[in-house]
């Protein structure tokens, strides 16, 4: 019996633990969703809730002022990257997608952050 009472009070301490770890996760994540969200809509100067090339590459090119070919071409295959669907535009969710994969975390669910 002592040793089901220390189980119980092992289980009881971990999920307590794991809890908070749940909810710290969901905040992080909540944080990073928003804070693409909000870089996102600045890139999308159509308000289409896509990024063409071009809006992608213009807003690279106003963030990073030195460009040289290999730092253009680093662009064009984090453009690539994140058009996961090939259709040569990115949406919201594939910019977050391509966050968490950087991050080697699974993307579980989607939701538009608010
Ligand atoms: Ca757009």
Redesign the pocket.
């Known amino acids: 019996m002592a040793t089901t009472k220390k189980l119980r009070n092992q289980l009881r301490v971990t999920y307590k633990a794991y809890q908070k770890s749940a909810l710290e996760y969901t905040k992080a994540k909540g944080k990073l969703n928003r804070h693409i969200a909000d870089q996102f809509r600045q890139?999308?100067?159509?308000?289409?809730?896509?990024?063409?090339i071009n809006?992608f590459m213009a807003a690279l090119v106003s963030y990073e002022k030195s460009l040289d070919s290999k730092t253009v071409q680093e662009f064009l295959d984090a453009f690539k990257k994140s058009d996961a669907d090939h259709s040569e535009?990115i949406s919201l969710q594939e910019a977050i997608q391509l966050q968490y994969s950087f991050a080697n975390v699974p993307m579980d669910g989607w939701e538009i952050p608010c």
């Open positions: 890139m999308d100067k159509s308000n289409d809730g896509l990024l063409s809006e535009s």
